[in-house]
């Protein structure tokens, strides 16, 4: 198929440019290419874009740590910068293909992005293994970034199998330090911006009894009224199941109720032999066929009707 001529056509681009070419830059920038613009996936050459980005952003650090402070001349900032600016340049392009492929070794580039502290890039990682906690964990301690601790707890919401704003505000929580007679800022803001997202019954227990209510009123406000507009809506599903289950079951009364009358002239749907006094079935439409000649007890053999897709209304 295309995906198989695709992949043939990358091997062997690769493996001119790997001839002809002294570095890896151009192979790197192939490979970015077409997983971008072509979602090319394939877990060898995936695995090995984002490998060697990470490799080259641990290499600047590096050189960077070594270098600090021991040059302060206009040419040794000037390199400074332009490590810096191609640092950014290559998490911007390692974000981007990790983002756009599902076929990297995920386990294998965490490890490599946690020894080299590329903190970003472990967060994606981690996001992608469905480890939210450990992803929080650096967003708030090691990057101090609540903004986008804020914007992962909802952009991963729905792939979570708990709160994870809950999740957070712990976090904030522990990170107050000692003083537990306050709540911390993050925290607080978390709380009146994400209230109506957090569960007033499993927050409260662990704000400072001395917190005075005017200090979390938005908090509750917003808590209280999406409390109302969950009781509410669990209130009509369970109306609305209700009437279904009861139209299901007037339904069945009237199917259990209905009656076939075989007369001396009825004859078989499939056969068209007299029924007589043999044992027959009855479909719902109404078809009658001697019960040996019944091939599927779900589709009339007369109007090929499936009454499994397409039930019959007793209503």
């Known amino acids: 198929g295309a995906e198989h001529c695709l ?14 070419c002294s570095s890896t830059e151009q192979e790197e920038l192939y490979l970015d290419h077409v997983i971008l613009c072509h979602h090319y996936e394939d877990t060898q050459h995936n695995t090995q874009l984002a490998s060697s980005y990470i490799a080259k952003m641990r290499a600047i650090d590096e050189a960077s740590d070594a270098g600090g402070g021991g040059n302060s001349s206009r040419r040794g900032g000037t390199q400074l910068s ?30 490599l992005s946690q020894d080299a502290q590329l903190h970003e890039v472990s967060v994606l990682l981690l996001s992608k293994l469905g480890r939210h906690r450990d992803a929080l964990d650096l967003l708030v301690y090691k990057l101090q970034d609540y903004r986008a601790a804020d914007e992962y ?75 109302m507009h969950e009781q509410r809506m669990g209130a009509v599903e369970r109306h609305l199941c209700k009437g279904e289950e009861l139209s299901l079951r007037c339904s069945r009364v009237h199917a259990q109720s209905a009656c076939a009358r075989v007369d001396p002239d009825v004859v078989c749907g499939v056969c068209a032999k007299a029924i007589g006094t043999s044992m027959f079935a009855a479909y719902p439409n109404g078809v009658l066929v001697h019960f040996k000649c019944v091939e599927d007890k779900h589709t009339c053999p007369v109007t090929q009707r499936n009454f499994l897709q397409d039930p019959v209304d007793y209503e």
């Open 7 to 20: 992949c043939l056509g990358v091997q062997r681009v690769l493996e001119t440019l790997r001839r002809e």
């Open 82 to 111: 332009n490590a810096i600016a191609q640092r950014l340049e290559l998490q911007r392009r390692l974000l981007a293909v990790l983002r756009a492929s599902s076929a990297c070794n995920v386990s294998t580039l965490l490890a």
């Open 153 to 227: 707890c909802a952009a991963n919401a729905a792939q979570s199998d708990e709160n994870l704003f809950s999740v957070l505000l712990k976090l904030y929580m522990s990170a107050g330090g000692e003083d537990t007679s306050e709540i911390p800022p993050n925290a607080f803001r978390l709380l009146n911006d994400r209230g109506g997202e957090l569960d007033a019954l499993e927050v409260l227990p662990s704000l400072p009894s001395s917190i005075p209510i005017a200090q979390i009123e938005p908090f509750l406000r917003k808590a209280l009224r999406a409390g």
